[in-house]
């Protein structure tokens, strides 16, 4: 059967007439075409080279689709941070091991869905009293997610675009001095202040200053410790060099270290070293 032409004929309603939409024939010998602005039921059948089909209806269907993302990020209990909320959820870039909580508000009611996760995996959305749908997944490595709804049919048809999802990893913090940031020559009755601040993109735990005079013992002083992570912290400590007992030619080294709240705690980053040089009050 080599027909040159064809047609897909339609009839968009009881009383109007069939007309005809033209077919393009592909090399494998298929005929192909598209009907647009498909809004209600149509009856339709195929004519080529006098032959026509069998006529078939076209049912029209409401099928729901996502209306409003709404996402709900729990961090893992190790960065202490609060959940938090995005009103209007799409793609997801979030800590390694972080519970997305999901709420799908559709356009009309649905019976269920799923979550379909990177091809393979699937987390299923229940129905709510309010219309809505809810799941949990976890988000362990980058990939893709998109929002399945039950439709009217018993079908489940997509419902959202993909969205994408990157997983962040925990970056240790970095520490530096504001205060005076240098190495400086003081005598041994001065005060000095010195001002540390650590920076974590998930919250700093600690901050601490380590000193020695003349390469002895290291003492630490807590400059900061708090139940509440902090992304930036500032702190500071003065340095009382007479109840020190430094004498000129004394040195005093000291540096900073931070840990944060994930877990990269293990290994605290530090600053710089810098030192307090004793000089004598006069020198000829």
Same mark, same amino acid.
């Given at each position: ?20 939409? &033209? ?14 602005? +498909? ?14 089909? %069998? ?7 409401? #099928?729901?689709?996502?209306?409003? $993302? ?12 609060? %959940? ?15 519970? #997305?909580?999901?709420?799908?508000? %559709? ?14 995996? *699937?987390?299923?959305?229940? %129905?709510?009293?309010?219309?809505? $749908? ?14 399945? $709804? ?15 999802? !990157? ?7 970095? +520490? ?9 020559? #003081? ?29 002895? &013992?290291?003492?630490? #002083? ?29 040195? +005093? ?6 840990? !944060? *709240? ?13 030192? $307090? ?8």
């Amino acid at each position: 059967f080599n027909a040159e032409d064809a047609s897909l004929m339609i009839k968009r309603n009881e009383t109007g007439a069939f007309e005809a939409v &033209p077919l393009v024939r592909g090399e494998d010998g298929t005929y192909t075409g598209m009907i647009f602005d +498909v809004a209600a039921p149509m009856e339709y059948f195929v004519e080529a080279d006098s032959v026509v089909s %069998p006529t078939f209806t076209l049912k029209v269907i409401d #099928v729901p689709y996502v209306q409003r $993302l709404e996402l709900e990020y729990h961090f893992p209990a190790y960065t202490g941070l609060e %959940p938090q909320k995005i009103e209007d959820g799409g793609d997801i870039a979030v800590l390694k091991g972080t519970e #997305v909580h999901v709420r799908v508000i %559709p356009t009309m009611k649905s019976g269920g869905g799923r979550i379909a996760l990177n091809e393979k995996d *699937s987390a299923a959305l229940t %129905p709510q009293s309010d219309g809505s $749908l809810t799941a949990v997944f976890r988000a362990d490595r980058d990939g893709f997610y998109k929002v399945e $709804l039950d439709t009217p049919t018993g079908t489940r048809a997509a419902a959202s675009p993909q969205y994408t999802i !990157d997983v962040l990893a925990d970056q240790p913090p970095t +520490v530096t001095f504001n205060k005076p940031g240098r190495d400086t020559s #003081v005598s041994s009755i001065e005060e000095v202040y010195v001002e540390a601040q650590a920076q974590d993109d998930f919250g700093v735990r600690n901050l601490d200053l380590v000193y020695s005079v003349n390469g002895g &013992p290291e003492k630490t #002083v807590r400059l900061f410790g708090g139940r509440n992570r902090l992304p930036e912290v500032s702190a500071g400590h003065t340095f009382y060099l007479e109840e020190l007992g430094v004498q000129p030619g004394d040195a +005093v080294s000291y540096y900073a270290k931070a840990t !944060d *709240s994930g877990e990269t705690q293990a290994d605290p980053a530090t600053s710089d070293i810098y030192f $307090l040089r004793i000089r004598p009050f006069r020198q000829n």
